[in-house]
Nanobody, 121 residues
Framework: QVQLVESGGGLVQSGGSLRLSCAAS????????MAWYRQAPGKERELVAD???????HYADSATGRFTISRDNAKNTVYLQMNSLNPEDTAVYYC???????????????WGQGTQVTVSS
């Protein structure tokens, strides 16, 4: 069984910063891509940023220049540094990871439970 646990969400004023973390645990053999998604009320879940095992990154237009995704492969953890936050960034943020784990050794996509980010104006 693989679990992804996010942390670091909260309430911040417009212009502020937050750093989200997501740690994967369980009988993990390897993790490929890791990503952050978000879902605002009444909207569909959208990709914010993703990162390959080798460190190549991709950002949504809304995140480019303000957010930075990174990962620590030794800790099976992905981070999202969010700067210059504005109220439009208010959402539940989810991490996901492509994981191969024991005992079945199949690639599966896992999701965290989500962490709320609220940006006040």
């Amino acid at each position: 069984q693989v679990q992804l646990v996010e942390s670091g969400g909260g309430l911040v004023q417009s212009g502020g910063s937050l750093r989200l973390s997501c740690a994967a645990s369980g009988s993990i053999v390897s993790i490929n891509n890791m990503a952050w998604y978000r879902q605002a009320p009444g909207k569909e879940r959208e990709l914010v940023a993703d990162i390959t095992r080798g460190g190549s990154t991709h950002y949504a237009d809304s995140a480019t220049g303000r957010f930075t995704i990174s990962r620590d492969n030794a800790k099976n953890t992905v981070y999202l540094q969010m700067n210059s936050l504005n109220p439009e960034d208010t959402a539940v943020y989810y991490c996901s990871a492509q994981v191969i784990a024991r005992p079945d050794l199949l690639w599966r996509n896992y999701w965290g439970q989500g962490t709320q980010v609220t940006v006040s104006s």
